[in-house]
C-alpha cells in the first residue's frame, strides 16, 4: 500500500500550467552548484507508459539552459546524470528558471508562471504525506520483519487516514484550480490508484477547462473514467480481437464459455508468472465444464529484445493452453487501455452473458469462484 501511495507523492510535486500560450516557445533556465559542472542534463517526458527524451544539455558554470516548443503543456522531468530523482516540472511555452537542488533534485524551485505558483498549493499538500511515507514506511518494514502485524495494520491505518485527508484536500484545489493541467495530473493519479469514485472524478473532469480537457492527461482522465464504468461489476465486457501467436485475430466474443477469464499478463511480470500454474489448474479442471480463457499479453516491454519470442516461449514454458493473443505493445495496448489495465496480472471474470462478475481473483479465490459457477 505505502509503495502504490509513493506515487502520487511524486505526481503532486509537478508543476501546474495555464494554457493561455503567448510565446512561440519555452527558455528553461537553470542554475545549480558548479560542483555539477560538465555533467549531463536531461529533458524527458513523465508519461511512465510511453517515456522518450526530449533534449540533452550540459551543465557549464553553474547554469544550464533547454530551449525549444511544445504544442501544449505537459508533465516532463529533468534528470542529472549521477544523481538520484529528477525535478518534475510542467512544460509550456513560456520562460521558466529553476534553482536546482544537487541534494534534492525533487526539491528544486521552480518559478516564471501562474502555474508555478499553482504549484506550491498541492506541494504544500503533498509534502507532509511524503515525509510520513518515508517515516511510516520504515516503521512498516521494521515491523514486518518482526511479524507484528498488528503494528503493520496500524501503520496501515494511520497512512491511509493522512492520505485520504490529504486527498480531500486535493479535491477541494483540484476543484478551484480548474485551468491548470497539474490539477489534472492529480485526478488522473485518484482515478489509477482508485482514491475516488468515478462519478466524482467525471464531475471535476466536467469542471475543467476546454484546454486542461484537450491536454494529453485531460484525455487520459476522459479514457480512463469510460474504461472504468465500461468494465465496472455487472457490465458486459467489452469486445475485442487482437492477433495470436501465429498471427490470426482471434475475438472475445468468439471464444466465450460458460464462464469466461480473461487474463492481462506478460512474460517479463513474475508475479503473472507466479500465478499462471494456479491458472493451469482452474483451466484443467474446468474446461470441459464450460471454462474459457484468453490471455492477453502486455509484452512489448521497451526493455525486451524480442517481445514475440519471449512471449510465445513464456506461453510454452507455463503450459498455457488457452488463447491467447497480444499486440506486443506493452500499456498501451488498445486492450489493456479498453479494460483501464494499470498494473498485471489482472483478470475479468465473465458469466454466459458475458457479463462482468468477478475480478482480479488469484489463487484459491480464482478456484473457488469457478468452482461456484461451474461445479
Given amino acids: ?61 553553474g547554469k544550464l539552459t533547454f530551449t525549444g516548443a511544445v504544442e501544449s503543456p505537459d508533465l516532463y522531468v529533468i534528470t542529472i546524470d549521477g544523481m538520484v530523482g529528477g525535478t518534475p ?10 534553482e536546482f537542488y544537487k541534494d534534492s533534485l525533487q526539491s528544486s524551485v521552480v ?51 493522512i492520505v ?14 480548474n485551468d491548470v493541467v497539474t490539477s489534472a495530473a492529480i485526478l488522473e493519479n485518484l482515478v489509477q490508484t482508485k482514491g475516488i469514485d468515478l462519478d466524482k472524478a467525471q464531475e471535476l473532469y466536467e469542471n475543467f477547462t476546454e484546454p486542461v480537457k484537450n491536454s494529453r492527461i485531460g484525455k487520459s482522465i476522459a479514457a480512463i473514467v469510460n474504461a472504468s464504468k465500461a468494465t465496472s ?3 458486459v465486457a467489452p469486445n475485442f480481437s487482437a492477433p495470436n501467436p501465429e498471427g490470426k485475430m482471434v475475438a472475445l466474443n468468439d471464444i466465450k464459455g460458460k464462464v469466461t477469464i480473461i487474463d492481462f499478463w506478460a512474460a517479463w511480470c513474475a508475479p ?17 465444464k464450460g471454462l474459457e480463457i484468453i490471455g492477453v499479453s502486455l509484452d512489448g516491454n521497451p526493455r525486451q529484445p524480442n517481445a514475440k519470442d519471449e512471449w510465445i516461449k513464456a506461453i510454452e514454458q507455463d503450459g498455457l493452453q488457452w488463447h491467447q493473443v497480444s499486440n506486443l505493445n506493452y500499456f498501451e495496448d488498445p486492450i489493456a487501455k479498453l479494460y483501464n489495465i494499470q498494473a498485471i496480472p489482472a483478470t475479468f471474470i465473465l458469466d454466459s452473458e458475458g457479463k462482468i462478475i468477478a475480478k482480479d481473483l488469484r489463487g484459491a479465490d480464482l478456484e473457488a469462484k469457478i468452482a461456484e459457477l461451474l461445479d
Fill in 89 to 98: 516540472i510542467v512544460l509550456e511555452n513560456k520562460d521558466i528558471t529553476i
Fill in 1 to 61: 500500500m505505502i509503495k502504490k501511495l509513493m506515487l502520487l507523492a511524486f505526481v503532486v510535486l509537478a508543476v501546474s500550467c495555464k494554457n493561455n500560450e503567448t510565446k512561440e516557445g519555452y527558455v528553461i533556465t537553470g542554475s545549480i552548484d558548479k560542483a555539477v559542472d560538465g555533467k549531463t542534463v536531461r529533458l524527458r517526458n513523465a508519461d511512465l507508459n510511453n517515456s522518450f527524451f526530449v533534449d540533452s544539455t550540459v551543465v557549464k558554470d
Fill in 164 to 177: 485520504d485527508e490529504g486527498n480531500a484536500k486535493n479535491l477541494e484545489a483540484i476543484k478551484k484550480h
Fill in 272 to 288: 503473472c508468472r507466479r500465478e499462471n500454474p494456479n491458472v493451469v489448474k482452474v483451466y484443467e479442471k474446468y474446461h470441459d
Fill in 233 to 235: 461489476m455487472g457490465s
Fill in 111 to 161: 518559478k516564471g508562471s501562474h502555474e508555478n505558483d499553482i504549484f506550491q498549493v498541492f506541494k504544500k499538500i503533498s509534502d507532509p504525506i511524503r515525509a510520513k511515507n518515508e517515516t511510516m514506511g520504515q516503521a512498516y518494514m521494521a515491523a514486518r520483519n518482526t511479524g507484528d502485524t498488528i503494528q503493520m495494520t496500524a501503520i496501515q491505518d494511520e497512512f491511509k487516514k
